[in-house]
């Protein structure tokens, strides 16, 4: 060490080497104590976000539900204007014995009903003479026809119905096998 001279230097002066050390680690917990405060501040602006985000699903969920519950609250009470003419057709004073006047009021009460579904977005799927899609119905059974093409629905058994585009029955069909052989 005595071939640098400014090593001998550094030597001679007492307390000079250490001022810089103690400069340089004030420098470094100047940064560290920088560096400290951002990561503070960003774990603060995180769970923030969090606690936002959290808000935000929880109030999503409650208009969807709040939504659903308005839309459900709306149909009901349409579907109540049936349940009056259901009561209006059984009590006594509208009593009949003609088998046509019970007839007339039962399809005019399943007329009204048909009419609210429909307004709702409810429509039927009946697919006579279509061809088979195991999206849309269900096969119960296959038959030979002379009328149907094969793979064809030849006799639907009960209507599907869906929604917009959400399927909620599916029909029960027969398939046409084909020609008898």
């Not at 560290?32 to 985000?53: G, M, T």
């Not at 999503?60 to 709306?74: G, I, P, Q, R, Y």
């Amino acid at each position: 060490m005595a071939d640098n001279p400014e090593h001998e230097s550094l030597e001679a002066q007492p307390g000079v080497a250490s001022e810089d050390a103690m400069e340089t680690a004030g420098q470094a917990g100047g940064v560290y104590d920088k560096l400290s405060a951002e990561l503070q501040e960003a774990k603060d602006k995180h769970l923030r976000l969090l606690a936002e985000w959290d808000n935000y699903r929880r109030r999503t969920v409650k208009e969807n539900f709040d939504l659903v519950a308005s839309a459900n609250a709306k149909l009901l009470g349409k579907l109540t204007d049936v349940l009056d003419d259901f009561n209006l057709a059984f009590d006594p004073k509208h009593k009949s014995d003609k088998l046509e006047d019970v007839e007339k009021g039962m399809r005019l009460i399943y007329n009204k009903f048909k009419n609210i579904l429909s307004e709702e977005g409810l429509t039927e799927i009946d697919p006579v003479g279509a061809e088979f899609d195991p999206n849309l119905h269900d096969a119960l059974m296959q038959q030979p026809s002379d009328k149907v093409p094969e793979n064809h629905v030849s006799q639907v058994l009960m209507k599907g119905y869906k929604a917009k585009d959400k399927i909620l029955k599916h029909a029960k069909v027969i398939v046409s096998t084909g020609k008898a052989s």
